[in-house]
């Protein structure tokens, strides 16, 4: 649940299809699939680190330890930039979904900065009070968000109409252009994103030698057909043959379809975004403050980042940043 909460499964698929059909067209799942190969090679090569380098530094140590110390380091700082500043820039972003969403609806104004500094606090919170409360956070929240896209994008096949199921979405004689379905499958390596942070737990796990490697596999192949299945579904559901209104629209078309089948069932989508995002920030939260630890314990950073609460077990210091 540590990668596949990352990786934000609902968010990637609901967030990127529009996207990814802008440039493939309605071969767009076929995407995802020729991105899932390459992924899983990358997962390969982290599942051999994690196996015989399981540290909480993650690639700050795998680096430092198999290439150079002052390489690690740098790769280090340039992770500064990524997973501790993730939390911040979802949870804004989202919160201008769910600001405009509900003033388009309901005529209600919840303002995007009190959803960040709510969603903030929950998360911070949920991390400090260590691995196995935030764990279980990143269970319900995150498996809330995939079965809701999921059931939403099966739901596509259902409402389909006859002869619209078939397999030209796989066909790479149907993109659009060859430059543009090598474009979407550049873009969809981004949905795939998050399922090497699992290798950060690697201090707080039983045998991680080979649950690490196990995770993050099994995080890849989960990932893989989820995206998949779901944006095939979501493409029938809304129909093949309209796929410009698809590429188009001005709304997620996610919203579009949900409220098109049960009406509200919009809100249940935004619902699933939100899930999604939340456990997504746990997530690189959890790893960004293991990864500090590391490099609090090895010297690249000031020592009392390596100060772990004595109940909860967790870099205080590094939460609290």
Known sequence: M???????????????????????????????????????????????LAKHLPSAGGYYTYISRTVHPRVGFLAARLYFLYDPM?????????????????????????????????AGSFVGFVTYRGVKVSANWMVLLGAAGVVIALVLSLWGFFRSRPGSINFSAFNPAKASSRSGLYLAVIFTIFAFNGWELVARLAEESGNPRRNLPRAILIAILVLGAFLILGSWGLMVGWGTDKLPSFINSRENPTFVVARGNRGSAWVIVLLALLNSVLAASIAGNSAATRVWFGM??????????????????????????
Do not use: D
Request: charged share 5%; aromatic share 12%; glycine share 6%.
């Open 296 to 321: 609090a314990r090895s010297g690249s950073l000031p020592r009392a980042f390596a100060r772990v609460h004595p109940t909860h077990k967790t870099p205080v210091n590094g939460v609290k940043l």
């Open 86 to 118: 993730l939390a911040g820039f979802i949870l804004a972003y989202i919160g201008a979904v769910l600001e405009q969403a509900l003033k388009a609806a309901y005529g209600i104004t919840f303002p995007w900065w009190l959803f960040l500094l709510l």
């Open 2 to 48: 540590q990668c596949l909460t990352h990786m934000a499964p609902a968010t990637a698929l609901l967030f990127t299809i529009q996207f990814t059909t802008s440039h493939a067209g309605i071969v767009a799942p076929l995407a995802y699939l020729v991105t899932f190969p390459i992924v899983l090679v990358l997962g390969v090569c982290l599942m051999q």
